[in-house]
């Protein structure tokens, strides 16, 4: 039976047309989001029922053409494959009516793949305003498709969008099983030079059906003209005969049209597409009157004071300031609360049971680690919040102009700043948001060069450390330490971005070409589940990594135990820690660390830090056999005094062993949880084995010269 | 009666040499592969009218307004993008 099959909709649309806000509409809190696999670009999907029949409706990433450049687009594109897994019975393509023009250059595209085609032409009210005067009806009648003019963020038309989008495709499979076939593709004149070679390549394709069940053969000749990498690639491997044939006559006509128009066919192609839409909306489907005050305008006028040589850096730095306060300020209440909740859950659970390896596996073990998971919740969700409201707002894309011509010098992008300064270049930051906000950055080199230097930063968690070590040996000097550290940091993240960019990743930066769209009061409800989705996510992937890697740490400080006969002699802490395989670790590595200056106590300390860097100094807490009550006035207040009088006492350390220490702290591995985070961000755990590997090497040629010329100098 | 002549037609010019505030038609893209693609994707094709509407703080990149939104891109970009500036 195909009618209880459910209609398939694709919802596709520029960035910043409000295709999201349709989509939020449409599907409300049902709706279901996943990573495509491999790769990071989200699957949104949602379920609903429109006019008696069960509707998937699958929201495509905003992009402005069906190219291959991104991965967004790849996504796009495959969402709208007509022989693909889904391929959708109808498209509802939204578009921001006062930018129609170069919008219905990617409607134009879903035409010509034959795909059946609704529009919604979005912010109509806001084109009139600027005095656009758009015929629907004439539109729908030159294109031969339905077009309903909406506004999403008030919900006006879509309705009648979806139902237009129901019926075409109810209509489209009654034609289908009566055998009248699907819609036609969209013909185009591409001029007198390409329509020929396009005739040409579409007779060929057409011999080979295997192509032509994916797509249609003159889509195909057209993107093999654009020199379409995937679609070459496709070519190539359903018919290597055929790709020879059809590379042959794209260099011939390349040859040509250089010679003849000094232009080549991808370019031909853009012109005529969009000489094609100028004529269409000439035909009496766009009147303007005189321009009027419009949201353009007022957009201009904020842009003026917001974007200004003066004011706009300084508004910026005090947007990112604020950000970071509230991030942190406010964030840290509901923080308490998940940490006093697994406080008290590790407390009830250690009551419940008698001391022993069940009890430490559980309390230590389990409840902490997902604990100190947890507790990043708050933060992030904070984050996410602002972030989604100064994305939605149309002020991020400002900070990127505003930043770019400084980070682009090290390789970066202007999107790179946000994520810094979440990550602590304001101190006391944190990576783990840091990495997730890389999310911004839609160039991957940019993107992967920003997260792998984002972890140079002063983090909140290795502070701790650096106001031990400062307090300890260089007292009443603290803030000059810690100002040298950010300053250290600041640096460090941008050299290596650098490095980075000129050897590992390696290549042009991606093109800057991007749209400042309008800006907007963002919506409630599409900044709550977009924060919430995000936050979600990071739950899901990061808390079940977590957990078995808090497992694994657990494990190596606990075992192997102290055997009775040595732990009638001692049986603190400390002797039981260096007892363990974390212990015996520790020791063998002081043969390496030792140019440091490192010991096996800090040696295990460190281990402990890549779990997490809040570890760091109870653990040395717990190497210095501190009592108990000692160690928990360090974990609790931050105070650290009988652990600093302690290190100072011992005659093995002092300033010089304390600066390495923190050039150390402050550039090897990051965190378990961010490099768990950096693996669902690159979509593979490559980076985060590098960023593991790299920044521990890199700390430790740092620590070792610091030691080393320290030592020499006093 | 001879006819009126117009004054000559503005010569082209690279993008980046507009002033801000000042209107123009692009009359040739040069840029190839992703960033060609970029450009014209975005409606930046022959015949196309663009005005500076602003620069960043450090005078790169440019904010340019085409029909109906506004754009940026860098000044090494923009070089790739010629115009005859209007009057």
Redesign the interface.
């Known amino acids: 039976m195909p009618h209880t099959t459910p209609i398939i909709l694709a919802l596709a649309g520029n960035p910043n047309s409000g295709k999201t806000t349709a989509f939020n509409f449409y599907t409300g809190s049902r709706q279901h989001v996943a990573n495509y696999p491999g790769i990071t670009v989200e699957r949104k999907e949602g379920f609903l029922r429109a006019h008696d029949r069960d509707v998937r409706l699958i929201d495509l990433p905003g992009t402005y053409a069906l190219t291959a450049y991104t991965e967004d687009e790849l996504v796009a594109r495959r969402g709208l494959t007509p022989g693909g897994p889904d391929a959708p019975d109808c498209v509802i393509n939204v578009l921001n009516a006062g930018a129609l023009e170069r919008n219905l250059y990617l409607s134009v595209q879903i035409l010509e793949l034959g795909l059946p085609l609704v529009l919604a032409l979005n912010m109509h009210d806001e084109a009139e305003k600027q005095g656009m005067i758009i015929n629907c009806g004439r539109l729908a009648e030159l294109l031969g498709i339905p077009v309903v003019p909406t506004v999403a963020r008030s919900g006006i038309g879509l309705d009648k969008a979806l139902a237009a989008a129901v019926q075409v495709s109810l209509d489209r499979r009654a034609a289908k099983s009566s055998g009248l076939g699907g819609a036609k593709p969209l013909d185009i004149s591409y001029g007198p030079d390409l329509d020929p070679v396009i005739q040409e390549f579409t007779a060929l394709i057409e011999g080979n059906e295997a192509l032509c069940a994916r797509y249609p053969a003159r889509w195909i000749a057209i993107k093999y003209l654009e020199n379409d990498s995937e679609i070459r690639d496709l070519v190539a491997a359903a018919d290597s005969a055929l790709d020879v044939r059809l590379a042959a006559g794209l260099e011939q006509v390349t040859r040509h049209l250089k010679s003849t128009t000094g232009s080549y066919p991808e370019a031909i192609i853009a012109d005529y597409r969009y000489g094609f839409i100028s004529s269409l909306l000439r035909q009496g489907v766009v009147t303007r009157q005189d321009e009027l005050r419009n949201r353009v305008a007022r957009s201009d006028q904020l842009d003026k004071v917001l974007t200004h040589r003066f004011f706009g850096p300084l508004i910026l730095l005090g947007v990112l300031y604020s950000m970071y306060k509230i991030t942190f300020g406010l964030g840290e209440i509901p923080m308490g609360w998940v940490e006093a909740f697994f406080g008290w859950l590790s407390e009830s659970v250690s009551g419940l049971l008698a001391e022993g390896l069940l009890k430490s596996l559980l309390v230590s073990g389990m409840i902490d680690g997902v604990g100190s998971v947890m507790g990043f919740v708050p933060l992030i969700l904070t984050m996410f919040l602002l972030i989604s409201v100064l994305e939605d707002s149309g002020y991020m894309a400002r900070v990127a102009y505003m930043m770019d011509r400084v980070l682009r010098a090290f390789g970066l992008h202007g999107y790179s700043v946000m994520p810094f300064i979440i990550s602590g270049g304001i101190a006391g930051g944190c990576a783990v948001p840091g990495v997730l906000a890389t999310r911004t950055l839609r160039s991957p080199r940019e993107k992967l060069a920003t997260l792998l230097t984002l972890p140079f930063m002063t983090c909140g968690a290795k502070l701790p450390v650096f106001l031990l070590l400062a307090a300890a040996f260089f007292p009443g000097n603290e803030t000059s330490v810690m100002l040298i550290i950010s300053l250290v940091a600041w640096g460090m993240a941008l050299m290596i971005a650098k490095l980075l960019r000129s050897t590992i990743i390696r290549g042009e930066s991606t093109p800057f070409v991007m749209e400042l769209p309008p800006y907007r009061l963002p919506t409630l409800f599409g900044v709550l589940i977009h924060t919430w989705e995000r936050t979600w996510q990071y739950i899901k992937k990061a808390g079940t990594v977590i957990l078995a890697i808090s497992i694994v740490i657990w494990a190596s400080m606990t075992f192997p135990e102290l055997p009775e006969e040595m732990a009638a002699k001692d049986d603190s802490s400390a002797a039981r820690l260096e007892y363990s395989f974390a212990g015996r670790l520790g020791k063998s590595l002081e043969l390496v660390t030792a140019p440091a200056g490192f010991d096996w106590r800090v040696n295990i300390a460190l281990l402990g830090g890549i779990g997490a860097k809040e570890v760091i100094v109870s653990t040395l807490g717990t190497a210095y056999s501190l009592s108990e009550e000692d160690i928990a006035a360090v974990e609790d207040s931050d105070d650290t005094t009988s652990l600093q009088s302690r290190l100072r006492g011992d005659p093995n350390w002092n300033p010089v062993n304390a600066a390495a220490l923190m050039a150390f702290v402050l550039l090897y591995a990051p965190c378990f949880v961010t490099l768990a985070v950096m693996r669902q961000e690159t979509g593979s755990w490559k980076w985060s084995a590098f960023s593991l590997i790299f920044n521990t090497l890199l700390a430790f040629a740092v620590a070792v010269a610091v030691y080393q010329v320290g030592m020499l100098v006093i | 009666m001879s006819p009126i002549i117009s004054p000559t037609p503005a010569s082209p010019i690279s993008l980046r040499r507009l002033a801000e505030g000042q209107k123009a038609v692009i009359v040739s893209?040069s840029a190839?592969s992703?960033?060609?693609?970029?450009?014209?994707?975005?409606?930046l094709?022959?015949?196309?009218e663009v005005e500076v509407?602003?620069r960043?703080?450090?005078?790169?990149?440019v904010?340019l307004?085409?029909?109906?939104?506004?754009?940026?891109?860098?000044n090494n970009?923009a070089d790739f993008i010629t115009v005859i500036p209007k009057n």
């Open positions: 893209i190839q992703e960033l060609g693609r970029r450009i014209r994707d975005m409606g094709v022959p015949g196309a509407v602003g960043a703080p450090l005078k790169d990149p904010a307004r085409l029909k109906g939104f506004t754009l940026s891109l860098r970009e």
